[in-house]
């Protein structure tokens, strides 16, 4: 994946060795390693703009959550299933001239994925802007049970009006 920079870093001051493993530890690190991996596929089947792809990383319930700041251009609040993602997916278009997500930093732990990156949103005028996001993702089953998009809706809406 081109546009995928994954980081594993440990916090500066703490060595390697003042982290003692334990057989849960492993157990929840292998259940982190696979939490990974399914929220990569979801970003590379939205990057190659499959959406069978994308949905089956997704549970047929799943819970897609956008600020509600945005519901002025059908882009906010919580959409449900299949068919509010796609509902999602399908409006973008009619609002953005374009959006490549790159996310940086996989945080996974458990059934929790945290993931930092940036997007490039451009406007229907074709003003490209680059702005930082924060999706929180809860996995069970081995698939997404919700996905909560976090970023600036004040910066969002400039471009979008620009």
Excluded: C, N
């Excluded at 002025?72 to 068919?83: D, M, N, P, Q, S």
């Excluded at 509010?84 to 399908?90: N, P, Q």
């Excluded at 081995?142 to 970023?151: K, L, N, P, T, Y």
């Amino acid at each position: 994946m081109t546009d995928t920079v994954l980081t594993d870093t440990v916090p500066t001051g703490i060595a390697l060795t003042d982290i003692a493993l334990t057989d849960t530890a492993l157990t929840a690190d292998a259940a982190a390693t696979g939490s990974r991996a399914l929220i990569e596929r979801a970003y590379r089947a939205f990057h190659d703009r499959d959406v069978a792809a994308l949905l089956d990383t997704l549970d047929p319930r799943v819970e897609w959550v956008h600020p509600d700041g945005m519901a002025e251009y059908g882009l906010g609040g919580t959409k449900h299933g299949h068919a509010g993602v796609r509902e999602f997916l399908a409006k973008v278009p009619s609002v953005l001239g374009g959006m490549r997500l790159r996310p940086q930093e996989f945080v996974a732990a458990g059934d929790r994925v945290v993931v930092f990156g940036v997007r490039e949103v451009t406007s229907k005028r074709g003003t490209t802007v680059t702005l930082p996001f924060i999706h929180s993702w809860t996995l069970r089953g081995g698939r997404a049970v919700r996905m909560e998009d976090v970023f600036d809706t004040v910066l969002f809406r400039r471009v979008i009006e620009s």
